[in-house]
């Protein structure tokens, strides 16, 4: 099986490397080769027998893809993107990277006749927005109140659409914030939700630019991934009619993020995070819905966290290796 990754230099992408190295295997068929592209040339760990290449493109450039595409690969995972506050600040960077590259990635494997390539893309909470009904589900209608939103559903409607014709075999993850990233903060208007918890478990400080009373979904990177990888094999007409959905995340208020904070490392800790409003990092995300109805995903094989606690349990142990 030939498998690529686009955005494979970044957070989810090495993430996601890691864990098919580790499989060997994905759809019952043994991994011969992995093809990983971005911007910049990614990382490349030790891969055994399994064929690893590292490609710098720039996707959003006509035909850079053609090569990998005409290797016909068996699944592609498309994770290349413009991070939230990124494309809110440059609306021309945002449109080529999350909507223009996916577009020209479709019609390539449109062009090559790939109809049986599983093509998983990394959607977002924030393609939802507007008012809103107390709990959504996976049919409620998309009104994003941000470019990077907008751009994401456009990039859903295209690929289910590229699937209903049977020119590619589309399935979009919608993601929950995740939480806890490791490294330092990014240019993400979310970024916070992992910074509050992690610089403090650190020993260093951190802001939180918005209210206590903001609730956010969450997910933490170990689930995103393991829904990355089942995303590959659920069987296509499983995920018809509409093959876009929210992965099965947590509701958690930043109040509650803090007390789990302080349950775990102690006042000393809690008292390293200062209150700094940001009015623009706040007007983004409070305008991502928070609660959902995620029983399709679930039905699908999906699972997630069993609570904040377990997400930064996990993070303390990944820290510790």
């Known amino acids: 099986m030939h498998i690529v990754i686009t955005g494979a230099a970044g957070f989810l992408g090495q993430r996601l490397l890691a864990r098919l190295l580790a499989r060997g295997e994905l759809r019952g068929q043994a991994i011969q080769r992995l093809t990983l592209v971005d911007q910049v040339e990614p990382a490349v760990p030790s891969s055994g027998e399994i064929e690893v290449e590292a490609l710098a493109l720039d996707i959003a450039e006509y035909g850079a893809l053609d090569a990998v595409l005409d290797a016909r690969p068996e699944v592609i995972y498309h994770l290349a993107a413009v991070v939230s506050s990124a494309a809110e600040a440059d609306l021309d960077l945002g449109m080529e990277v999350?909507?223009?590259?996916?577009?020209?990635?479709?019609?390539?494997?449109?062009?090559?006749?790939?109809?049986?390539?599983?093509?998983?893309?990394?959607?977002?909470?924030?393609?939802?927005?507007?008012e809103l009904p107390a709990v959504l589900d996976d049919m409620t209608a998309l009104q994003p109140q941000n470019s990077y939103g907008t751009q994401k559903a456009m990039c859903e409607l295209l690929i289910n659409d590229y699937s209903r014709r049977g020119l590619v075999d589309g399935c979009v993850l919608r993601l929950p914030t995740i939480i806890v990233r490791p490294g330092r903060p990014n240019a993400a208007a979310s970024s916070f939700a992992s910074s509050i918890l992690r610089e403090p478990l650190n020993g260093e400080e951190a802001v939180c630019p918005v209210p206590t009373e903001l609730a956010m979904f969450v997910m933490s990177p170990g689930k995103v991934v393991e829904a990355l990888v089942h995303g590959a094999e659920v069987p296509g007409e499983a995920l018809a009619p509409f093959r876009a959905f929210m992965l099965p995340g947590i509701t958690v208020t930043v109040a509650e993020m803090l007390e789990t904070l302080r349950q775990v490392a102690g006042e000393e800790a809690l008292a390293l995070v200062r209150h700094e409003p940001d009015p623009a990092v706040e007007a983004i995300v409070a305008g991502w819905p928070a609660r959902f109805d995620t029983r399709r995903a679930q039905e699908l094989g999906f699972s997630g966290d069993r609570d904040l606690h377990a997400i930064v349990a996990a993070f303390i142990e990944e820290r510790s290796q």
Do not use: I, K, P
């Open 98 to 130: 999350n909507f223009d590259a996916t577009r020209l990635l479709l019609d390539g494997c449109r062009e090559r006749g790939l109809a049986a390539t599983r093509l998983v893309m990394a959607s977002s909470v924030a393609a939802y927005g507007g």
